[in-house]
C-alpha cells in the first residue's frame, strides 16, 4: 500500500481505525481533520487525552469509570441504596443515567456469559454482585442486560444465585427489541422499559 504521509500521521490514522464505527476511511478523514484543526481540535484532544490516561479510574463498588473512586454515582447520597441496576458495560450504565431512568445503584458486568467465547462466571463481574446485593440493605436486584443470547443466559444465571437471598429479581419490559443493545436505544425507549419492569 502505497503511503499518503508520513509515519506520524500514518499512526494517528492507525490508531483512529482501532476506535469502534471508525474504519480506514473515517480514520484517514478524522486524522486530516484533526491535523488541519491542530490548534482548535488535536492540541485540546491531546491535553484531554492524557488527563483521561492519568486520571480515569474504574469504580471498586459498581465499576464505573470516572476519575474518583468511588464514582461519583455511588457517592451520591440521594440515589437510592437499596437497589441496583445490572448492566453489561459501562456505555449500558450511561444510557440509563442519560435517559434519566434509574436512581438507584448500579453494577457493570463487564460482559456477559458465553460458551462460544468460554466466558464464564468468574470472568465477569458476578461474584461481587452477589456479595453486594447480600451485604443487607438491597431489596430489588434489576438485570438491565442486552436482550441477546448471552445477556438472556446471564440473567438467568444471576436470579438462580440471587434465588436463596429473598431479593426481588426484576429485568426491563416491553420497549428493548430482541437482539437490542442499550447504548443505541432512544431516552424514551429506556425510561418506558425500566418502569415497566417485571420480576423474573
Known sequence: ????A?????RLIQLLARLPGLGPRSARRAALHLV????????????ALAEARDTVTSCSICGNVDTSDPCLLCSDRRREKGTICVVEEVGDLWALERAGAWNGQYHVLGGTLSAMEGIRPEDISIATLIERASSGGIKEVVIALNATVEGQTT??????????LGIITSRLAHGVPVGGELDYLDDGTLTAAMRARRPL
Open 1 to 4: 500500500m502505497r503511503h499518503t
Open 6 to 10: 508520513g509515519p506520524e500521521i500514518e
Open 36 to 47: 488541519k484543526n491542530r490548534e482548535k481540535l488535536l492540541a485540546p484532544l491531546a491535553i
Open 155 to 164: 440473567a438467568h444465571y444471576i436470579t438462580e444465585r440471587l434465588k436463596s
